[in-house]
């Protein structure tokens, strides 16, 4: 009847009143039907948002081009009533429009009103960090709840479209970047991360901001976490590795890696650990002629080779379950083999402490064999990883892989072939490194047991460190000694601390970090640098060599190795690190206290 008043004068009423009185009956018979059909009856309206709006504009659409269909079949046979204006259809759309819209958002409206309570005194001020869908959801619960008494004054965003722009009435005004100087001008009082997919380093760089300041920061949880009901520390934010290295990691020279490897037979010994699984999966990727993963741990390298066979179904893959110090098994392995990566090591530094013997035996006469078995089966290429520990060792694990080392240049010298070592610090998330025990203890509400808040290390993650490994053999030509530079030592303290943060947690506040004491065998810093050598640049700019590493006379060195033999067969422990430290440069390993198996973790 709406359209018929606002179409027609007063006085033409009651000559379309049949008119007007059919359509009513028409429009009751199929509008609510069609509303229904629609689902505009079992919606809760407080919540409408465009989805509604384009619900209803389909519904009213529908409803009103059927309601104008009959109509105009009735007025084609001129039987029922004389006639009707055709403006009518167009004026009922936009009423019906009008009235089924509003009605509704007109409770939502009510709704919002209803929930935005006064504030519990003086309302806290937040800065919210992104201006995207998480941060717009917070800053419309903020606004909703006065249990929080917090007021959004606005957010930091890195997109340059959203600045001077608002969301819910909230500005963006500013960088992340401007952190420092919006916490100084908008007095905030607690900051609020809202960007589940923001990099470790822009994280980082808030929680450092609001520590300065003193200003809490808190991180909006994921949703799986809001879906759950609760936040807890068994559900934290998932931390890139890449986010605690604190520098931007090495880039590969692939070109020269393909020359090395694509057509290649290649082995991988300790396949099964972190860092030879990692080389097995680079290596595949460059189509080796074969690729033989070879290993102690049958279950280990199991699951290499099932990964390997699901990503690389036609590469000609072969697994090995051998011992390194069964020599005669070596000399029967590697037939054939063209290049070999030594990533076989005992190399827990608290366990090997106690175990001085095994060190020996694997890390030691280990190696001696994968050297001879290559030089006997004229293995082209030879990549000995080693660590930043066996520089000035200060522990049986260090001295046994510069002992290692030691073999392999000498067997680089005396057969002129491109066998080279690798040397590197420590690898972030490998397995029984510091991350996962971290990530455990965090996860289980803490402690992070941390042993002195000094301990420095240098890190590199598990595909820098087989970055380095493959370049390594690519560019060596024999006798070298490769080193990544890894920048600065980090803090273990910080990292950890990092680590807790980027789970999006505080440190102190969530979890507790304690002070447990330096074990037998380390030192507070490593290094990777002698001071009184030189280091000549690659063709890599990250990567080093050395050509003047220690190297014993190859009579010098046979005789040594046949000492700790007969040392180790009869069980001397103590003698055996006698040895170490009178044959090994800058060695200091007699004044490591004894180690406390309950200090391993």
């Known amino acids: ?42 919606r809760i309206w407080v919540y409408a948002s465009t989805n509604e709006l384009r619900l209803i504009t389909a519904a009213v659409t529908t409803a009103s081009v059927l309601t104008s269909g009959v109509m105009l079949l009735l007025l084609s046979t001129k039987i029922v009533f004389p006639g009707m204006p055709r403006s009518a259809f167009g004026i009922d759309w936009l009423l019906s429009l009008v009235l089924i819209g509003g009605s509704r958002f007109a409770l939502r409206i009510l709704a919002e009103q209803s929930t935005t309570a006064p504030r519990n005194g003086k309302a806290r001020r937040a800065l919210i960090i ?36 608002e969301i819910y009435g909230v500005p963006v005004i500013g960088f992340v970047s401007d952190i420092a100087d919006v916490l100084d001008s908008q007095h905030v009082d607690e900051v609020i991360f809202a960007i589940p997919s923001a990099p470790g380093r822009v994280v980082r760089l808030v929680n450092d901001a609001c520590r300065l300041q003193g200003i809490p920061s808190r991180t909006m ?30 880039r590969l020279h692939e070109e020269m890696i393909g020359q090395a490897l694509t057509g290649k037979r290649v082995l991988v010994t300790g396949a099964g650990g972190s860092i030879g699984r990692e080389l097995s999966r680079q290596i595949a990727r460059w189509n080796p002629g074969e690729l033989v993963i070879l ?20 590469l000609a893959l072969t697994p090995i379950i051998a011992d390194v110090k069964d020599v005669e098994r070596l000399h029967s392995v590697f037939k054939n083999v063209q290049v070999i990566f030594h990533a076989a090591a005992h190399k827990h530094v608290p366990l090997m402490q106690a175990n001085v013997e095994e060190a020996i035996l694997n890390n030691v006469f280990g190696t001696r064999n994968v050297v001879e ?12 990883i080693s660590t930043d520990k066996a520089v000035r060792p200060a522990n049986v694990y260090g001295a046994t892989k510069r002992l290692a080392e030691m073999i392999v240049l000498d067997a680089a010298h005396r057969t002129k072939r491109a066998y080279s070592v690798v040397r590197f610090g420590n690898v972030l998330g490998s397995r029984g490194s510091v ?30 460190a087989v970055h380095l490994v493959l370049q390594a053999a690519s560019m060596g030509q024999g006798g070298e000694a490769f080193l990544l530079d890894m920048g600065q030592q980090v803090r273990i303290l910080d990292l950890a601390e990092d680590l807790i943060r980027l789970s999006g947690l505080e440190p102190g506040r969530d979890i507790e970090i304690e002070f447990t004491g330096i074990r037998p065998g380390e030192k507070l810093r490593e290094e990777l640098w002698e001071p009184e050598k030189t280091y000549d640049k690659t063709a890599h700019p990250d990567i080093f060599c050395s050509e003047h590493e220690d190297v014993m006379a190859s009579d010098q060195l046979q005789t040594t190795l046949q000492r700790f033999e007969a040392l180790t067969s009869d069980g001397r422990a103590d003698e055996i690190i006698s040895l170490l430290d009178e044959v090994i440069p800058g060695a200091a390993i007699r004044e490591t206290p004894s180690p406390e198996i309950t200090s391993v973790v």
């Open 1 to 42: 009847m709406g359209s018929f008043a606002l179409r027609l004068d007063v006085a033409q009423l009651p000559f379309y009143f049949p008119a007007m009185l059919v359509m009513c009956g028409v429009a009751l018979l199929i509008k609510t039907p069609t509303y229904f059909f629609f689902g505009l009856y079992r």
């Open 130 to 165: 992104g201006a995207g869908d998480a941060g717009a959801l917070v800053v419309r619960e903020l606004q909703k709840s006065s249990q929080l008494n917090l007021t959004p004054v606005g957010f930091l965003d890195d997109d340059r479209a959203k600045q001077r722009q």
């Open 221 to 250: 949880p994921g949703i799986y976490e809001l879906i759950g009901g609760k936040v807890s520390v068994s559900r934290l934010r998932e931390v890139d590795i890449s986010d605690l290295l604190r520098r931007e990691p090495t």
């Open 295 to 314: 290993g102690h741990g049958e279950n280990s390298i199991f699951e290499t080779l099932l990964e390997l066979k699901e990503d690389y179904s036609s």
């Open 373 to 384: 078995a290559a030089i006997e089966n004229n293995v082209e290429r030879l990549v000995l």
């Open 435 to 464: 991350i996962p025990i971290f990530k455990h203890q965090i996860a289980n509400g803490g402690p992070v047991k941390v042993t002195h808040p000094d301990m420095e290390r240098y890190f590199m993650t598990i595909p820098e």
